[in-house]
């Protein structure tokens, strides 16, 4: 449960409903809500009353509101990534026909905030809108290796180090062993620890004074490809992130920009 008052708990509420992925009722929402009965009733209705929840009279249910889709949009807009790399993620799917994954940190996890499909696609769990584990993907890992220490500490103690498949870190001393590898090399790989039979490579998007925005993968299924294939693709994928974090820079830190470039 949020610490952060009334507007925490408002927040809990709608990411309660989020989460179930369909029109939910009221009786279900109280069997995983940690409120009471009538605490609960109460920030629904004021939910639905400010258009963050819709509610279905005939089915008696709730879904999120259509003032969260414009303030979606809005944040999509202003606040990711994904205009300004929309073209780089079109030209690697077009030039290289695999899979294109654009994703940020959200609250030590990652968010992916666009992607393209493969000219031949696969099922997998990752797509726009999706949260997922940092610890065992190549986007997550990829940004957990150049955030700062302290950060990364706050990261690492937010990871669930579940085993997903066997190829799936289980410890912080593994997690850390990997990232350094990452920072040596640039960029980072998924074998198979995510997903059994779906491998990546990836490369942080950062600026030019090295913050940390987000980062891109290329993605595959082990049927059509293996790590050497996308290896080789390594300085493409690079060149792309650094083109983003470049022009995020100039989008949406300008000022920091024109003090780095007085800086040098």
């Not at 950062?206 to 987000?214: E, H, I, V, W, Y």
């Not at 595959?220 to 693709?233: H, I, N, V």
């Amino acid at each position: 449960m949020s610490g952060d008052g009334t507007v925490g708990k408002a927040c809990d509420v709608l990411d309660l409903v989020a989460g179930f992925n369909r029109p939910v009722r009221f009786g279900e929402l109280l069997d995983h809500s940690p409120f009471p009965k009538a605490t609960l009733y109460r920030f629904l209705q004021t939910l639905t009353n400010q258009g963050m929840l819709s509610y279905d009279s005939d089915r008696q249910s709730y879904t999120l509101g259509i003032r969260l889709v414009r303030l979606a949009h809005a944040a999509w807009t202003q606040s990711s990534l994904a205009p300004v790399a929309r073209p780089h993620l079109d030209a690697l799917s077009r030039d290289l026909g695999e899979t294109v994954h654009l994703a940020q940190l959200d609250a030590s996890q990652v968010l992916y905030v666009d992607k393209r499909n493969a000219d031949d696609p696969v099922e997998m769990y990752s797509q726009a809108g999706k949260v997922g584990p940092a610890y065992c993907t190549g986007v997550g890992k990829a940004m957990l290796a150049f955030l700062p220490e302290d950060a990364l500490t706050r990261a690492i103690q937010q990871q669930s180090f579940h085993r997903f498949t066997p190829h799936t870190l289980g410890s912080e001393a593994e997690l850390r062993a990997e990232l350094d590898a990452i920072r040596a090399r640039g960029y980072a790989f998924d074998r198979e620890e995510h997903e059994p039979g779906i491998i990546c490579i990836a490369a942080p998007i950062l600026t030019p004074g090295d913050r940390m925005l987000g980062a891109m993968s290329i993605t595959g299924p082990t049927s059509r490809t293996d790590l050497k294939t996308l290896e080789k693709w390594a300085p493409r994928v690079r060149q792309a992130a650094d083109d983003i974090g470049r022009e995020a820079q100039a989008w949406r830190f300008p000022e920091t920009l024109h003090k780095e470039a007085m800086a040098t």
